[in-house]
Nanobody
Framework: QVQLVESGGGLVQAGGSLRLSCVTS????????MGWYRQAPGKQREYVAD???????NYADSVKDRFTISRGFAKNMIYLQMNRLKLEDTAVYYC???????????WGQGTQVTVSS
């Protein structure tokens, strides 16, 4: 069973920064993408950013130029550097991994990010 563990969430004032981390137990050689999604109260889960096995990155328009996704040296860990946080960034952030062999994907348990005014 593939596991993902997120960390780094917390409470921060608007304009501040946080860095999220996610590590997966999956086979790093067949990872297609790893990414971040978020779900605010009363809303559907939405895409935030992802990074491919070739280190190409993609972002939702709402976070572009404020968030940066990157991969750790071990290739089974990713980070999400979140700068200039806004109240609307408040959500539970989930890490996701997609494997290239069968397209299966897995989710972490989520980490809460709360931005206060």
């Amino acid at each position: 069973q593939v596991q993902l563990v997120e960390s780094g969430g917390g409470l921060v004032q608007a304009g501040g920064s946080l860095r999220l981390s996610c590590v997966t137990s999956g086979n790093i050689f067949i990872i297609k993408t790893m990414g971040w999604y978020r779900q605010a109260p009363g809303k559907q889960r939405e895409y935030v950013a992802d990074i491919t096995s070739g280190d190409n990155t993609n972002y939702a328009d709402s976070v572009k130029d404020r968030f940066t996704i990157s991969r750790g040296f071990a290739k089974n860990m990713i980070y999400l550097q979140m700068n200039r946080l806004k109240l609307e960034d408040t959500a539970v952030y989930y890490c996701n991994v997609v494997f290239s062999d069968d397209g299966s994907n897995y989710w972490g348990q989520g980490t809460q990010v709360t931005v206060s005014s």
